[in-house]
């Protein structure tokens, strides 16, 4: 483990020290990296190679007990979420950690954390929560309530990001939906389709992501905005898709994973989960949530 440690560092180093000579070589003028419609992030050429540096060592750290170590609980305490993804060594050793069951310390219930798994199988806990921050993107459609206020905040990057891009600004079709809200809504559904289609459609009271503040129905206003059903679609759809992670989100029912979701594809309903583990989520290649954490599949109700 030692011996493994130092040579990953040790061609770390060696990876910066290439990418600098290749910078000053190719630029002259240090590593500017080129087209300004890249996306906040990427356009920082050095980190890729020089993040490795502590998130080789932290892991290492973090995987005999992270939650005994007295960063993560300092984190836990008093810090961000990020803080506490950061003190576990990264979105990635976080997440190992959760899915190998060595974090009793991550409440993946908790409607107050960014890595909060709500579905079909794990409702709210409580029932009826609600967030205790609230914050208005900047666009958005009528009605459209409002997210917890980083979420907003990071939605208002996105949109931003989006437009840079070429592909129009992104706007909130729906945030926030209180438990009283999902009673009506489901109840309609209910009604309108029948149970089954109503429960593949809506989520039950106390079921959804949207009682967070962290989901996002999207749509986009390239020349006037769309609607949710069209997102998918659209440019807007395709770039959230490939790029949404940077600030945060992920694209929470994919084709392909109804099984594991309940939920039929919803490009246009993203789910806040933090830059780090969003990250981790993209640079792992996950589709689900539930995979992501190690989570049995949703396919229905328990009840
Ligand atoms: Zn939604």
């Avoid at 180093?13 to 002259?28: E, M, P, R």
């Avoid at 609230?134 to 979420?151: E, Q």
């Avoid at 999207?218 to 959230?240: K, L």
């Amino acid at each position: 483990m030692t011996f493994r440690l130092y040579v990953t560092i040790g061609l770390a180093v060696a990876l910066i020290g290439a990418l600098w000579a290749l910078a000053d070589g190719s630029a002259g003028a240090g590593p500017v990296v080129q087209g300004t419609a890249e996306p906040k992030g990427v356009a920082v050429a050095m980190p890729q190679a020089a993040t490795s540096l502590p998130s080789v060592q932290l892991h290492a750290t973090a995987a005999s007990n992270p939650c005994a170590q007295a960063p993560v609980q300092q984190a836990l305490a008093s810090g961000g979420d990020d803080a506490v993804v950061a003190a576990f060594g990264g979105g990635a050793a976080f997440r190992a950690a959760v899915a190998a069951g060595s974090a009793p310390c991550i409440d993946l219930s908790d409607p107050n954390r960014d890595w909060v798994v709500v579905n079909k199988a794990r409702p709210l806990n409580p029932l009826a929560f609600a967030p205790t921050s609230f914050g208005d993107p900047a666009l958005s459609v009528d009605g459209a309530g409002s997210l917890r206020s980083d979420a907003a905040h990071a939605l208002d990057q996105l949109s931003a990001a989006a437009d840079a891009a070429g592909v129009g600004t992104i706007a909130l079709a729906s945030g926030y939906r209180s438990y009283d809200t999902q009673v009506q809504t489901y109840s309609g559904q209910i009604a309108t389709y029948g149970q089954a289609q109503g429960d593949a459609l809506s989520a039950r009271p106390g079921h959804s992501e949207h009682q967070t503040g962290l989901a996002a129905d999207v749509v986009s206003c390239a020349g006037g905005c769309g609607s949710i059903d069209s997102f998918g679609g659209t440019a807007a759809g395709a770039w959230v898709a490939e790029n949404g992670w940077q600030y945060g989100f992920i694209v929470r029912y994919v084709a392909g994973q109804t099984p594991v979701t309940g939920y039929d594809p919803e490009p246009w309903h993203l789910r806040y989960v933090g830059v780090p583990l969003a990250t981790a989520y993209h640079d792992g290649g996950f589709v689900t949530l539930e995979q992501f954490f190690g989570l049995a599949a949703a396919p229905a109700y328990l009840g």
